[in-house]
C-alpha cells in the first residue's frame, strides 16, 4: 500500500463548478501538507500548504487537513479553463532528511469552457 | 526568480549506454532531488543531496548513481541505461529549514532507451 493515496482521475468539470480533489494518507508524523499544481510539459508549482489540521484560504482555493482521519483536500471555486492540470498532493514531517517530500500519484482535472 | 535547469527536455538513448541528466539551481539551495514521473505511480523519489558530496537514497534508487561536487548542480547518472528506466525525471532543490519549505522544480527531462 502507497504511503500517500490519490484518485488519478481523470476530473472533467464544467467552467464555474467547484473542483474538489482529495488525498488519504497512512503516516502519522506528517505535519505539513501541500498541493502542487503540473500544466502539461511544466514541472509542478506550489498551490498551496498546511500545516497540522485546519483550513486554509487563497483566493478560489481552500485546502483542508483532517489528521485525525488522515484525509486531506483541495477545492477550486469557480473553476476556469486555465485551473486544468494534474495536482498533487505532498506531506512531509518536521526532521525529515532533507525536507523531502512523499507525494500522491496526482489528479488530472479538465475544466471544460 | 528561483531558476532550476535541466540539460535537456528529450534525450533517446540506446539500452546499455551511460547516460547523465544535469539540473542547476541558481538559489544556493541546499536540498536537491532527483524524481521520476510516470502514469499511475506519481513522482517517486530517486536520490536526494543535503549538502555538497553528500547523497541519501529515496525510495527507488536501484540502476541510479548521483553526483554533487558543487552546490548548484546535481547531476543523475545511469550506469546502463534500460528500457524499464524510461520516464520523465524531474530535478527539485530547497533551501534546508527546520520547517517546511517549498521545493522549486525544473521542466523535466523526458528519456526514452530503445
Known amino acids: 500500500q502507497k504511503e500517500v493515496e490519490q484518485d488519478p482521475g481523470p476530473l472533467s468539470v464544467p467552467e464555474g463548478a467547484i473542483v474538489s480533489l482529495n488525498c488519504t494518507y497512512s503516516?502519522?508524523?506528517?505535519?505539513?501538507f501541500m498541493w502542487y499544481r503540473q500544466y502539461s510539459r511544466k514541472g509542478p508549482e506550489l498551490l498551496m500548504y498546511t500545516y497540522s489540521s485546519g483550513n486554509k484560504e487563497d483566493g478560489r482555493f481552500t485546502a483542508q487537513v483532517d489528521k485525525s482521519s488522515k484525509y486531506i483536500s483541495l477545492f477550486i471555486r469557480d473553476s476556469q479553463p486555465s485551473d486544468s492540470a494534474t495536482y498533487l498532493c505532498?506531506?512531509?514531517?518536521?526532521?525529515?532528511?532533507?525536507?523531502?517530500?512523499?507525494f500522491g500519484g496526482g489528479t488530472r482535472v479538465l475544466v471544460k469552457p | 526568480d528561483v531558476k532550476v535547469t535541466q540539460s535537456s527536455r528529450y534525450l533517446v538513448k540506446r539500452t546499455g549506454e551511460k547516460v547523465f541528466l544535469e539540473c542547476v539551481q541558481d538559489m544556493d539551495h541546499e536540498n536537491m532531488f532527483w524524481y521520476r514521473q510516470d502514469p499511475g505511480l506519481g513522482l517517486r523519489l530517486i536520490y536526494f543531496s543535503y549538502d555538497v558530496k553528500m547523497k541519501e537514497k529515496g525510495d527507488i534508487p536501484e540502476g541510479y548513481s548521483v553526483s554533487r561536487e558543487k552546490k548548484e548542480r546535481f547531476s543523475l547518472i545511469l550506469e546502463s541505461a534500460s528500457t524499464n528506466q524510461t520516464s520523465m525525471y524531474l530535478c527539485?532543490?530547497?533551501?534546508?529549514?527546520?520547517?517546511?519549505?517549498?521545493?522549486?522544480f525544473g521542466p523535466g527531462t523526458r528519456l526514452t532507451v530503445l
Open positions: 505532498a506531506m512531509t514531517w518536521v526532521g525529515a532528511a532533507g525536507n523531502k517530500l512523499t
Open positions: 527539485a532543490s530547497s533551501l534546508f529549514t527546520l520547517r517546511y519549505n517549498e521545493q522549486f
Open positions: 503516516n502519522s508524523a506528517f505535519q505539513y
